[in-house]
């Protein structure tokens, strides 16, 4: 079992930055996909961006070059490194440990984007 915290959410505004966390506890975090996910309202759930074990990295195309993640497995922490936020960023952002059999969801941090 896998329990992950996300942290470092807000409000902030247009142009401005933001630093997620998500922090994981129990088994081996080396071994697993870290992934940001997003919910804006009324709409579904989607990539952000995700860092394998083996270090390969994804992101959508609505945040390259706009964001960074990365992961500290010393520390079993995750981070999104968000820059230039714009008012379509707006959503609960949750934090993903994938296995090969496994799936874990943190409980979700809000970001607002707003001046």
């Known amino acids: 079992q896998v329990q992950l915290v996300e942290s470092g959410g807000g409000l902030v505004q247009p142009g401005g930055s933001l630093r997620l966390s998500c922090a994981a506890s129990g088994r081996t975090f080396s071994g697993y996909a870290m992934g940001w996910y997003r919910q804006a309202p009324g709409k579904q759930r989607e990539l952000v961006a995700v860092?394998?074990?083996?270090?390969?990295?994804n992101y959508a195309d609505s945040v390259k070059g706009r964001f960074t993640i990365s992961r500290d497995n010393t520390k079993n922490t995750v981070y999104l490194q968000m820059n230039s936020l714009k008012p379509e960023d707006t959503a609960v952002y949750y934090c993903n440990a994938m296995g090969v059999f496994t799936n874990y969801w943190g409980q979700g941090t809000q970001v607002t984007v707003s001046s």
């Open positions: 860092i394998h074990s083996g270090g390969n990295i």
